[in-house]
């Protein structure tokens, strides 16, 4: 059986602790590998390595950085497909969904090759008699990114790129669900040029994060996973000093008004509530039908799921396993959950007949309906292809549903309706919002992160906003004497 090592300053690292992990095909139902999980010495080994490369790293000329972003960029797309095929093997998302995560995840890195524009400072001159004022951003240090199972290439794509060209070194700590692909990426940082120890990768659990987190020498902590982890990691990184931003989970809502186009609409809840089998931030997991369109939208969602096919990823299916049979457990319980609260089963993914081996985690496309709002089927994070519809009789009662929420990650109106659309887009309290769009992911120069227990801290994922995470500002004020210079004056000058 295959062991993943870390990757450490360029090359592969076993580690010194003996304690692994499982790493499972979820479409096989088979343990394929052991991940290594990382002891206090193995941090200490990853730490001081991104200390002695970040300060190199951040000496190199702005445009020799940028040459090798571009050139990771080249490599990331001309070989994408081995990374999906290695995403699909461990996650379980079907191919060209895998393929979709990447995508992203190199819109990032395109964004990343502006580094040289984005990390301009600013200057006056003569902003006293004589004096010049400038400002500079120069990189925080050590960065630790944490990421979460459901998007093993994107997610770390979200920060690391922004982190690398702007002069940092990077400890990734990805999730021991899934962790190949931040291997592969290592490797492909190594071929485009970067130099040894820039990018590392740290297998590991609880014990790996914690090491991160009291680690001194990290100067910047940027995590993304569910929100009682993502509390905790924003509690203890900032007592520690640490500048941080941590993503949390969601539930996402999908307002429907009568108006709206009922077709657009369900194929539209079908692509967000089940693709990647709803194990996405941005997936919608609830529909708020404003009466009377319940009937008839539950009627097309139903026609469509019977039309779904779910199976190995490799194969020609829309729906693939969930990650582990415990995570699949879990999803699947929330439907007895919701069952004895008193909603309806529409359609039961436990009764999928999946076009792949019968040992793997599968669970069909769920839908409920009546979902009752004090459900723990309704308030909690499911995370599995689980879609409520809860029917509500007005507008506003949908949008005061929405903002009595503890999550704030994503939403969606669907309307012709510009005005409800406009009121909508402004009262509601949640961070990405679509509008006839199911799952409004922010495009990479714009920012990604939730409102409320979403996102933790202040600083969302790339855009501007991950420049300015990454980087520290330093204002400069200059005189070079002249002849006319001196005199005492104990107070600001004043001209
Ligand atoms: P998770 O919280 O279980 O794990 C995330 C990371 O934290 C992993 O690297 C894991 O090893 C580590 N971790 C787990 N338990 C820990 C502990 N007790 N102490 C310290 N570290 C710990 O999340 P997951 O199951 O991998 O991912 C799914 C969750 O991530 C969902 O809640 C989803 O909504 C969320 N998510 C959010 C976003 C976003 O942008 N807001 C994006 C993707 C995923």
Redesign the pocket.
């Known amino acids: 059986m295959t062991t993943v090592f870390h990757v450490i300053g360029g090359v592969e690292y076993p580690g010194t602790s003996d304690r692994t992990a499982p790493v499972y095909n979820p479409a096989l139902g088979v343990e394929t590998k052991r991940v290594v999980l990382a002891d206090a010495a193995d941090i200490n080994h990853a730490v001081n390595t991104a200390v002695r490369a970040q300060a190199e790293w951040q000496a190199q000329s702005l445009a020799r950085r940028q040459q090798v972003i571009f050139r990771f960029r080249e490599l990331l797309n001309e070989k994408k497909s081995e990374l999906a095929e290695i995403i699909t093997a461990e996650h379980g998302k079907v191919l060209s969904d895998a393929l979709g995560e990447i995508t992203r995840g190199q819109e990032v890195v395109e964004f990343a090759c502006g580094a040289p524009h984005l990390l301009k400072g600013d200057f006056s001159e003569n902003a006293s008699t004589s004096v010049d004022v400038y400002s500079t951003k120069q990189p925080v240090g050590v960065v630790a990114i944490?990421?979460?199972?459901?998007?093993p290439a994107m997610?770390p794509m979200?920060f690391f790129p922004i982190a690398i060209a702007a002069g940092n070194s990077v400890i990734l700590?990805?999730?021991?669900?899934d962790p190949s692909a931040a291997n592969w990426l290592a490797n492909l940082w190594k071929e485009a040029g970067l130099p040894d120890g820039v990018f590392n990768v740290l297998h590991?659990?609880?014990v790996?994060?914690?090491g991160l987190?009291n680690h001194p020498e990290v100067a910047a902590i940027s995590?993304?996973?569910?929100?009682?982890?993502?509390q905790?990691?924003y509690e203890t990184a900032a007592q520690n000093g640490k500048r941080v931003q941590a993503?949390?989970?969601?539930k996402n809502h999908m307002l429907v008004l009568p108006d709206a186009d009922v077709n657009l609409v369900a194929d539209s809840a079908v692509n967000a509530g089940f693709g990647s089998a709803g194990?996405?931030?941005?997936a919608i997991s609830v529909v708020l039908a404003v009466e009377p369109v319940a009937d008839e939208l539950i009627e097309k969602i139903r026609e469509r799921l019977s039309g779904i096919v779910v199976g190995d990823g490799r194969r020609s299916c829309d729906m693939g396993p969930l990650?582990t049979r415990e995570?699949r457990d879990k999803v699947a319980s929330y439907i007895d959950v919701a069952q004895a609260d008193g909603a309806t089963v529409v359609v039961d993914g436990r009764e999928v007949n999946p076009d792949g081996d019968e040992r793997g985690f599968w669970l069909g496309p769920t839908l409920l309906d009546r979902v009752p709002i004090s459900s723990r089927a309704y308030t909690e994070?499911i995370?599995g292809p689980i879609l409520s519809v809860v029917r509500v009789k007005t507008f506003q009662e949908g949008l005061d549903l929405i903002n009595s929420g503890q999550f704030g990650?994503g939403t969606a109106l669907f309307t012709n309706d510009g005005g409800a659309a406009r009121r909508f887009q402004s009262e509601v309290k949640v961070g990405m919002i679509g509008i006839n769009v199911p799952i409004p992911v922010p495009v990479a120069y714009f920012s990604?992160?939730?409102w409320k227990k979403?996102?933790f801290g202040d600083s969302r994922?790339h855009g501007e906003e991950g420049f300015r995470f990454f980087t520290q500002t330093k204002v400069v004020t200059s005189r070079w004497l002249d002849p006319s210079h001196g005199g005492l004056n104990l107070g600001f000058p004043q001209n």
Do not use: Q
């Not at 700590?173 to 669900?177: A, I, N, V």
């Not at 993503?247 to 969601?250: F, I, Q, T, W």
């Open positions: 944490i990421s979460p199972f459901n998007f997610v979200w700590k990805p999730s021991e669900k590991g659990d609880k790996a994060v914690d987190l995590f993304v996973g569910s929100t009682p982890i993502a905790y990691i993503l949390g989970g969601a194990e996405r931030c941005m990650v995570h994070e995370f990650n990604f992160g939730g979403s996102l994922a």
